[in-house]
C-alpha cells in the first residue's frame, strides 16, 4: 500500500489530476474516510485531469453524477446514503460497482459496497474492473494521509 501526505486542499486536487493522467477508462476507483476528510476534493482532481469542465459536487443525494470529456466517460457515486446489498441493489448502483458500467467508475464510501462482502478478501470481491482501494484519514487539520492499492490491474 502506497501513502501520500497532502499539505492542503491544493495537494489533494492536485494528485487527483495525477491519477486521471495515470488510469485509463476501465478502472474503479473507491474511497473511503470520515466526512470532510479530502474525498469529494481528490474526485474534483481526477475529474479535472481527466478533461471534465462541468461542476464537480459529490452526489449524495442523487447518488450518481455522470461527467464526460474527450477521454470517456465518468460515472461518480456517493454510497454514503446506503447500507446494505439491498439498498445498492435497489438504488441502481450495482451495475457500476460490479464494473459493468461504460467510462471510469469513482465512488465515495466505497466500503459501504465492500463491507456486503466481509468475508471475502479485498481483491476477490465482485469488481471487473482494476481497481484502487484509496482510504484518507486526517492525522491534523491540514494533512491528509492517502493510502492507496491497485488491485487486478
Do not use: N
Not at 474503479?28 to 459536487?57: E, N, P, Y
Not at 446494505?84 to 459496497?113: K, M, P, Q, S, T
Amino acid at each position: 500500500m502506497d501513502t501520500i501526505i497532502s499539505s492542503s486542499p491544493e495537494q489533494t486536487f492536485a494528485l487527483g489530476a495525477a491519477w486521471a493522467h495515470e488510469l485509463g477508462p476501465e478502472w474503479l476507483l473507491g474511497f473511503s474516510g470520515d466526512l470532510g476528510v479530502g474525498k469529494t476534493k481528490l474526485i474534483q482532481g481526477f475529474c479535472h485531469g481527466w478533461g471534465v469542465s462541468s461542476r464537480v459536487a459529490s452526489p449524495t443525494y442523487s447518488l450518481v453524477h455522470a461527467y464526460a470529456s474527450d477521454r470517456g466517460r465518468i460515472h461518480h457515486l456517493d454510497l454514503y446514503r446506503l447500507e446494505g446489498e439491498e439498498a445498492l441493489w435497489g438504488a441502481g448502483c450495482v451495475d457500476y460497482l460490479a464494473g459493468d458500467a461504460e467510462g471510469c467508475v469513482l465512488v465515495e464510501w466505497i466500503d459501504r459496497w465492500l463491507g456486503t462482502f466481509p468475508t471475502l478478501p479485498l481483491p476477490t470481491r465482485p469488481i471487473r474492473k482494476p481497481f484502487r482501494w484509496v482510504s484518507l484519514t486526517a492525522p491534523s487539520e491540514t494533512e491528509r494521509k492517502i493510502q492507496f492499492e491497485d488491485f487486478g490491474h
